[in-house]
């Protein structure tokens, strides 16, 4: 059964990484259709639920900052007391992705947010530069894949599964500056001209060139083939699972012993067609896995890998990007919810989980008020967020006879989950003038020693506007750099964010970043209109993760990621990147999936498939 459910992983895997790629393609078009105008200009929702929006200075004490935030005007007057069905902690992808299904389901449901807008890690924001120019920032992912049609990808299933619109822009390839030379790499088989062989003839050598790629392709076609078996709608956590996977399985069980290998690590596959330690092909194939993951290819699992190879190599592959940004794709969640009779609550901090009779039974909001939840609680804040929810003990009937259950042990288990580093950040409005044939996505590697994972030397840079020039004003880029889950939080901790020493620090671990735009575009610096440089602890503070982290260091063939079950509480779920399959906008929508599902009964979980399956919106999509 488990390997079945890890089997799925794949299904789940966030196709490509956090890190770069070029466009080129022309650029569809932008708005949110005609009913643009009852709706918010950026947030695409009805202005009624989240009022006007105002500029008001941004209170960032990391400095830097050029221009003035744009931000949602949020009601916070009233009581926000109220009874409801199901209360999401967290608007991030996760569990955004549970709510909308549930409220699909046709649940009452009540998200609330700490943050003043939705979407955790993949929230959007604008600035509003000196000269007036209004910018439209991302904060996290920009990479997207599978999302232009109906397919395989879970956050696609759920858009499809609720109606959410969102419409999307693709492109072919990105820009690769390795220690080894520079490179685009286009998506697409790899023996295409222009695909991936033709740079491994060029950088690839004897024990990690052709051979060994070709080797790794056979290798990795079952695997793939299995991990795209089952539906990612079809998850559930429970016994369930066997009547939803049921018409998938025998498929799957065809592919007998390779499906074993779908939850050990990536490395294990290299090291199985002879991929020598220190040759190109290798370190490609640790780049994309610590691009994935935040861990290499020996931490990294198969399935993942494997899909996201499947995915880049197929015929017709292109990659995706969300038209206005990805708040685009948080809002038309938020909008589904919405429009299915629910509710999101920007701005409205969880303090604690209510326990009734042994079960999970509400929340209190910081302020004092309540919202109760007669059917369960769902958490998508990070795992290490999750003890102070809970409270120290409670009470619960074992065989009818009360007990005092205490949490202490849960809290430390929680707690001490492993952690994958933190980023720095440069966003960066800049003037565009004479800037030419950019692509989207940069990856920069700086050097070999040391190993990918050093800290500063593997650098992502987004430019969405190449694609979406609607994200800033005319002739003008957004620019997003960041360190790809590699900066140590530690450099940072404990540092007063207005203190000189931080403001120095932060500068000097900046200079990566910098240097790696100029790379791409060399006079940058005189180019800026609007600059925002972010740390460890501004990370920790906007995309209100703990230490920064880009999720739970969870290393393939180690450690499991555990089901939405996590906390042994009756009555308590929990989504996104914590729990399996764990970190990716893929990742987090599929254990929203798993989630929601679960919380629903079977049968009206096999109502939704079959009427997905009657509309085309589970293609089967094979990738070899
Ligand atoms: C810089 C960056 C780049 C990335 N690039 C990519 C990419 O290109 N492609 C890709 O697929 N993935 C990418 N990722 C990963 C992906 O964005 C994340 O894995 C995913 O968005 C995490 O979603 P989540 O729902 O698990 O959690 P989060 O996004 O962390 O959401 C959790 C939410 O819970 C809220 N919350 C927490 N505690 C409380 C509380 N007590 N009360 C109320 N609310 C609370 C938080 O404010 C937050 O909004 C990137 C991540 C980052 C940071």
């Given at each position: 059964?488990?390997?079945?459910?890890?089997?799925?992983?794949?299904?789940?895997?966030?196709?490509?990484?956090?890190?770069?790629?070029?466009?080129?393609?022309?650029?569809?078009?932008?708005?949110?259709?005609?009913?643009?105008?009852?709706?918010?200009?950026?947030?695409?929702?009805?202005?009624?639920?989240?009022?006007?929006?105002?500029?008001?200075?941004?209170?960032?004490?990391?400095?830097?900052?050029?221009?003035?935030?744009?931000?949602?005007?949020?009601?916070?007057?009233?009581?926000?007391?109220?009874?409801?069905?199901?209360?999401?902690?967290?608007?991030?992808?996760?569990?955004?992705?549970?709510?909308?299904?549930?409220?699909?389901?046709?649940?009452?449901?009540?998200?609330?947010?700490?943050?003043?807008?939705?979407?955790?890690?993949?929230?959007?924001?604008?600035?509003?530069?000196?000269?007036?120019?209004?910018?439209?920032?991302?904060?996290?992912?920009?990479?997207?894949?599978?999302?232009?049609?109906?397919?395989?990808?879970?956050?696609?299933?759920?858009?499809?599964?609720?109606?959410?619109?969102?419409?999307?822009?693709?492109?072919?390839?990105?820009?690769?500056?390795?220690?080894?030379?520079?490179?685009?790499?286009?998506?697409?088989?790899?023996?295409?001209?222009?695909?991936?062989?033709d740079v491994l003839k060029k950088?690839?050598?004897?024990?990690?060139?052709?051979?060994?790629?070709?080797?790794?392709?056979?290798?990795?076609?079952?695997?793939?083939?299995?991990?795209?078996?089952?539906?990612?709608?079809?998850?559930?956590?429970?016994?369930?699972?066997?009547?939803?996977?049921?018409?998938?399985?025998?498929?799957?069980?065809?592919?007998?012993?390779?499906?074993?290998?779908?939850?050990?690590?990536?490395s294990a596959v290299m090291d199985?067609?002879?991929?020598?330690?220190?040759?190109?092909?290798?370190?490609?194939?640790?780049?994309?896995?610590?691009?994935?993951?935040?861990?290499?290819?020996?931490?990294?699992?198969?399935?993942?890998?494997?899909y996201t190879l499947g995915d880049?190599?197929?015929?017709?592959?292109?990659?995706?990007?969300?038209?206005?940004?990805?708040?685009?794709?948080?809002?038309?969640?938020?909008?589904?919810?919405?429009?299915?009779?629910?509710?999101?609550?920007?701005?409205?901090?969880?303090?604690?989980?209510?326990?009734?009779?042994?079960?999970?039974?509400?929340?209190?909001?910081?302020?004092?008020?309540?919202?109760?939840?007669?059917?369960?609680?769902?958490?998508?804040?990070?795992?290490?967020?999750?003890?102070?929810?809970?409270?120290?003990?409670?009470?619960?009937?074992?065989?009818?006879?009360?007990?005092?259950?205490?949490?202490?042990?849960?809290?430390?288990?929680?707690?001490?989950?492993?952690?994958?580093?933190?980023?720095?950040?440069?966003?960066?409005?800049?003037?565009?003038?004479?800037?030419?044939?950019?692509?989207?996505?940069?990856?920069?590697?700086?050097?070999?020693?040391?190993?990918?994972?050093?800290?500063?030397?593997?650098?992502?840079?987004?430019?969405?506007?190449?694609?979406?020039?609607?994200?800033?004003?005319?002739?003008?880029?957004?620019?997003?750099?960041?360190?790809?889950?590699?900066?140590?939080?530690?450099?940072?901790?404990?540092?007063?964010?207005?203190?000189?020493?931080?403001?120095?620090?932060?500068?000097?671990?900046?200079?990566?970043?910098?240097?790696?735009?100029?790379?791409?575009?060399?006079?940058?610096?005189?180019?800026?209109?609007?600059?925002?440089?972010?740390?460890?602890?501004?990370?920790?503070?906007?995309?209100?993760?703990?230490?920064?982290?880009?999720?739970?260091?969870?290393?393939?063939?180690?450690?499991?990621?555990?089901?939405?079950?996590?906390?042994?509480?009756?009555?308590?779920?929990?989504?996104?990147?914590?729990?399996?399959?764990?970190?990716?906008?893929?990742?987090?929508?599929?254990?929203?999936?798993?989630?929601?599902?679960?919380?629903?009964?079977?049968?009206?979980?096999?109502?939704?498939?079959?009427?997905?399956?009657?509309?085309?919106?589970?293609?089967?999509?094979?990738?070899?």
């Amino acid at each position: 059964m488990r390997t079945i459910v890890w089997a799925i992983a794949a299904c789940m895997a966030w196709e490509t990484s956090g890190f770069s790629m070029p466009s080129v393609l022309p650029v569809a078009r932008l708005g949110h259709g005609s009913s643009v105008q009852s709706r918010s200009p950026r947030l695409g929702i009805p202005l009624s639920s989240r009022g006007a929006r105002s500029a008001r200075l941004l209170k960032m004490q990391d400095g830097g900052l050029e221009g003035e935030e744009v931000r949602p005007e949020i009601k916070t007057k009233g009581s926000k007391s109220h009874g409801t069905d199901v209360v999401v902690i967290g608007a991030g992808l996760g569990g955004l992705s549970a709510g909308a299904l549930l409220a699909k389901y046709g649940y009452k449901v009540t998200v609330c947010e700490s943050h003043y807008h939705p979407g955790g890690c993949a929230h959007g924001f604008e600035i509003k530069s000196k000269k007036g120019g209004i910018f439209k920032f991302d904060a996290g992912p920009s990479l997207w894949a599978g999302m232009n049609q109906p397919s395989t990808n879970p956050l696609r299933q759920v858009l499809d599964a609720v109606d959410a619109k969102v419409e999307w822009t693709t492109y072919d390839g990105w820009g690769v500056y390795f220690p080894d030379g520079y490179f685009r790499f286009n998506v697409g088989p790899a023996d295409q001209p222009g695909g991936f062989e033709d740079v491994l003839k060029k950088f690839g050598e004897p024990g990690g060139g052709l051979d060994e790629w070709r080797r790794v392709q056979e290798t990795i076609k079952p695997l793939v083939l299995a991990c795209t078996t089952f539906p990612p709608m079809a998850l559930r956590a429970d016994p369930g699972v066997i009547s939803t996977l049921w018409n998938e399985l025998p498929k799957f069980l065809s592919f007998g012993p390779v499906a074993a290998k779908i939850n050990g690590p990536f490395s294990a596959v290299m090291d199985d067609c002879n991929v020598k330690k220190d040759t190109f092909l290798r370190r490609w194939l640790d780049y994309l896995s610590f691009a994935l993951s935040g861990l290499l290819a020996d931490g990294t699992i198969c399935a993942a890998v494997s899909y996201t190879l499947g995915d880049l190599h197929r015929e017709n592959s292109v990659l995706d990007y969300p038209i206005g940004g990805s708040g685009a794709v948080c809002d038309a969640l938020v909008e589904s919810i919405e429009r299915n009779g629910g509710k999101v609550l920007l701005s409205t901090h969880v303090d604690k989980i209510i326990m009734k009779e042994g079960k999970a039974a509400g929340v209190t909001l910081k302020g004092g008020d309540t919202i109760t939840a007669s059917h369960a609680v769902v958490a998508n804040a990070p795992v290490w967020a999750i003890p102070k929810l809970l409270p120290d003990e409670y009470e619960k009937k074992v065989f009818g006879i009360p007990i005092k259950a205490k949490n202490e042990g849960l809290k430390r288990k929680l707690s001490d989950t492993p952690q994958t580093d933190s980023f720095m950040h440069l966003h960066l409005g800049i003037d565009g003038k004479g800037v030419e044939n950019l692509d989207i996505h940069y990856t920069v590697i700086n050097e070999w020693e040391g190993g990918i994972d050093k800290p500063g030397n593997m650098i992502v840079i987004s430019i969405p506007t190449v694609l979406d020039p609607s994200l800033a004003p005319d002739g003008k880029h957004i620019v997003h750099a960041y360190t790809a889950g590699n900066e140590p939080y530690d450099l940072f901790k404990g540092l007063d964010r207005k203190s000189p020493e931080y403001k120095k620090l932060k500068a000097e671990r900046c200079e990566t970043l910098w240097k790696a735009i100029e790379r791409v575009i060399p006079d940058v610096r005189s180019r800026v209109e609007v600059e925002l440089s972010g740390s460890p602890l501004t990370h920790e503070r906007f995309l209100n993760r703990p230490q920064g982290t880009y999720g739970p260091a969870l290393a393939a063939g180690k450690a499991m990621f555990p089901g939405p079950g996590l906390t042994g509480i009756d009555g308590l779920l929990c989504c996104g990147d914590s729990v399996f399959p764990g970190i990716g906008v893929p990742a987090v929508a599929a254990s929203g999936i798993t989630t929601a599902n679960t919380l629903v009964p079977l049968e009206k979980h096999r109502q939704l498939l079959e009427e997905m399956k009657a509309e085309g919106k589970m293609p089967d999509q094979c990738m070899v």
